[in-house]
């Protein structure tokens, strides 16, 4: 079975400024995908960024960046110029690949993200 | 296109009562799941489908059912609701796995 372990609760970074969530797993696959969802008060969930585990490249997506080191088994995402609206919660979440099953996704348990002027 | 919809966006139930929590999507995906979120615990999946006419337990199935009758619709339902239900209920769906998961809005439920 896999886990994701986020172990930064909570976080808060002041505007214009750049900060780093963690997020470190477990899994004995060779095959997967990492994703960074965004949960802002709306409660909606919004994919910020995926990371193929067979790609050495990491992800980015407008200002927001990952650091997947698969050896080590971590997927940071930073964020860049933070903004007001970047406040929200932050899950990390692990999907095994080509497994036959399907496709389920294991979540961290977040990291809550406040953005101060 | 709507995506995932989910209804409805809250409900109390009293304690035994049964009800269902609707999630249809436009999408044409395959796949599609039903998650309950705690505070402080992330995501667990409930239940899950890989098709129409197929369904099987995710991590916490205990007090629900599930019935996927046509790809589109993935009806979640809650008999003799206790408050360790309490929470907020997600529906999801998706085509490939890379793609990660579409989601609906949410519902939030409190038992009482």
């Known amino acids: 079975a896999q886990t994701v372990t986020q172990s930064q609760p909570e976080m808060s970074v002041q505007e214009a400024e750049t900060v780093t969530l963690s997020c470190t797993y477990d899994?004995?696959?060779?095959?997967?995908?990492l994703f960074w969802y965004k949960q802002p008060p709306s409660r909606q969930m919004i994919l910020v960024i995926r990371q193929e585990a067979y790609k050495q490249q990491n992800a980015t997506e407008n200002r927001f960046s990952v650091n997947f080191q698969k050896a080590a088994k971590s997927f940071s995402l930073k964020i860049s110029d933070s903004q007001l609206g970047d406040t929200a919660m932050y899950f990390c979440a692990f999907m095994a690949g080509n497994t036959g099953t399907a496709s389920k996704l294991t979540f961290g348990t977040g990291t809550r993200l406040q953005v101060t002027l | 296109n709507a995506g995932v919809t989910q209804t409805p966006k809250f409900r109390i139930l009293k304690i035994g009562q049964s009800m269902t929590l609707q999630c249809t999507q436009d999408m044409n995906h395959n796949y599609m799941y039903w998650y309950r979120q705690d505070p402080g615990m992330g995501l667990k999946l409930i239940y899950y489908s890989v098709g129409a006419g197929i369904t099987d337990k995710g991590e916490v199935p205990n007090g629900y059912n599930v019935s996927r009758s046509t790809t589109e619709d993935f009806p979640l339902r809650l008999e003799l609701a206790a408050p360790s239900q309490t929470s907020v209920y997600f529906c999801?769906?998706?085509?490939?796995?890379?793609?990660?998961?579409?989601f609906g809005s949410g519902t939030r439920l409190t038992v009482v």
């Open positions: 899994t004995s696959e060779s095959n997967y995908y």
């Open positions: 999801a769906s998706t085509q490939w796995e890379g793609d990660g998961y579409t």
